[in-house]
């Protein structure tokens, strides 16, 4: 289902979404994997996503927001994964189902 902000972009895989930073709005296009990613991280975290981005905002430096986003969403995600030291190994299967999930969703092989 598409959040109500996010529009089409004329790009098929990218999804712009309005944020409003310092009472400007801010639109950022990623693509609507990374926006369900955000989704998560914000309803996890308790956040809205201008709270979120706000965060991100002053601390991104010289960064570009959108860039600054994925670079967190990466991060978020990466010291989720360190706390669990095996990661997602499932009892010697390799490569694990969330392994493979994740690359079809990423990357899917051709279908036909």
Known sequence: MMHPDEQKDSTPSLIGRRV????????????????????DV????????????AVID??????????????FIVTYYRAAVAKNPT???????QPSRHLLGALEDAAPFPKG
């Open 20 to 39: 409003t930073l310092n009472g400007l709005q801010v639109e950022l296009r990623v693509e609507s994997l990374l926006w369900e990613a955000v989704d």
């Open 58 to 71: 002053s601390r991104r430096g010289a960064a570009d927001l959108t860039a600054a986003l994925q670079f």
């Open 42 to 53: 914000c309803e996890r975290e308790g956040l809205t996503l201008d709270a979120l981005c």
């Open 87 to 93: 990661g997602f190994q499932e009892d010697g299967v």
